[in-house]
């Protein structure tokens, strides 16, 4: 895809994530891999309603030069730091939606409770230790939590997901959700029967065969 294409992709995307409440005003951020040595990501402190694709930033993910009218995301350190970790991945989606940040704060671990969020999500999704934002520290926390993982909870912060393409990390956010929610609410009801962590690594990992081979047709 071409730089243009990626620019509105990103900028629809974050009005997205405005329109299903995954974000508020300018909170959170979402980026996109142009290349081996590039993102582009939402620009800092602009509303997402009157976000407009001219106004996402070019950032280089090995220098953090930054290239527009506006500056980067104040999580931009982070974003580059998992495309360097995470070579396969093109989609970074970072959110302070409701109920992943409801468990982010209690900083617990959601375990394996659906099919579908261990096939998408991973085994599990860790919580972060914490870490301020924009700091080295947290972006070393996010790291370590999503190492194997799709999406990471960040400790009293929100979440961030991440895929190998749009669709992919999308939707993991709206899993994660999903998954938050109903750990929250099972745990009101008693404790949440889980999954087998054997039984879902074997899900995540077939998900991850499979979803790559159809990729490629």
């Avoid at 997901?161 to 709206?174: H, N, P, Q, S, V």
Wanted: charged share 30%; proline share 3%; aromatic share 6%.
């Amino acid at each position: 895809m071409s730089e243009s294409e990626i620019r509105k992709i990103v900028c629809n995307t974050a009005k997205q994530l405005l329109a299903d409440g995954l974000v508020v005003r300018t909170w959170g951020n979402v980026s996109f891999r142009l290349d081996e040595e590039h993102m582009i990501i939402t620009p800092s402190g602009k509303l997402y309603d009157k976000l407009e694709p001219e106004d996402m930033v070019l950032v280089n993910l090995k220098t953090s030069k930054a290239v527009g009218k506006h500056k980067p995301s104040s999580e931009s350190d982070m974003h580059a730091a998992i495309y360097r970790n995470r070579k396969n991945i093109r989609v970074v989606i970072h959110t302070h939606q409701e109920n992943a940040s409801i468990v982010a704060a209690c900083r617990r671990e959601v375990p394996a409770i659906f099919d579908d969020q261990v096939q998408l999500l991973g085994p599990s999704v860790r919580v972060t230790n914490y870490a301020p934002s924009n700091t080295k520290k947290l972006v070393k926390e996010v790291l370590k939590a999503l190492k194997g993982r799709n999406a990471a909870l960040i400790a009293n912060h929100g979440a961030v997901c991440i895929g190998r393409d749009m669709k992919e990390a999308y939707t993991a956010t709206l899993l994660l959700e999903k998954t938050c929610k109903a750990f929250i609410e099972g745990e009101f009801l008693g404790q949440v029967k889980t999954i087998h962590k054997f039984q879902a690594r074997l899900m995540h990992e077939f998900y991850l065969r499979k979803y790559s081979k159809e990729a490629e047709k």
